[in-house]
């Protein structure tokens, strides 16, 4: 048991390193290297330990190398772009992903897990993007704050997650494109000690990341 959180302290130590020597390098070439030195085991560690599940989900699924750049340029493009049409996500590249962050208010009235008009706005925009770039996978995350029952937020969790998954089929984007996830309370960003911290702990996000086409077809491209 000693051995085993040696190892995944160092993989996670190593990891950080890394990303800190990355500093001069733009978000493309990080995910080249990041993919070739860290891999999918290195990521799910990274993932638990820092509590970001989405940073960990996003390096797990990273192929590295000069086929990692490539799928980070394309990712580049398309992250840019839903910065551009979707004003009220917040947008951020990671690796060879993106992570696509709704804070609950957006989306949901207080305790609810029905989508609010607002929230069908934003959403409708975010799937002319997702449109435009198929050859992606997503996962939904649903989380919640700390108040109330583990039980209650977790299943609040995965009804929110479900129902923007829901929404977003119904307007086209083929089912086998999402993974649905209810996190509950469990993997905070944040502190759950003020009203503030909370409420950026009710969110839903969206990692998306490359399919095995675009992988395949990025190899393509990366050896020529």
Avoid: W
């Avoid at 860290?38 to 960990?56: D, E, F, H, K, P």
């Amino acid at each position: 048991m000693k051995k085993k959180y040696s190892i995944g302290l160092i993989m996670v130590l190593g990891v950080t390193l890394i990303l800190s020597g990355c500093a001069s390098m733009n978000k493309t070439q990080k995910g080249a290297v990041i993919g070739t030195a860290a891999g999918g085991a290195t990521g799910a560690v990274i993932g638990r330990a820092s509590g970001n599940t989405a940073l960990g989900a996003i390096i797990g699924a990273t192929v590295g190398g000069v086929t990692g750049a490539v799928i980070g340029r394309q990712m580049d493009k398309q992250a840019e772009e839903i910065k551009n049409t979707v004003p009220d996500a917040k947008v951020e590249r990671v690796g060879e992903g993106i992570v696509v962050e709704f804070s609950n208010n957006i989306l949901f009235a207080f305790d609810k897990s029905n989508l609010s008009e607002d929230a069908q706005t934003n959403l409708n925009k975010l799937v002319v993007v997702l449109n435009n770039y198929a050859e992606t996978n997503i996962e939904v995350q649903g989380h919640t704050d700390s108040k109330g029952s583990v039980a209650y937020n977790q299943t609040l969790s995965e009804q929110r997650a479900t129902a923007v998954s829901g929404y977003l089929a119904n307007k086209g984007i083929t089912s086998d494109r999402f993974t649905i996830i209810g996190f509950g309370e469990n993997a905070p960003k944040y502190d759950n000690e003020t009203e503030t911290s909370r409420s950026q702990n009710r969110r839903v996000e969206f990692l998306i990341t490359a399919n095995d086409k675009m992988k395949a077809e990025a190899e393509k491209v990366a050896s020529k």
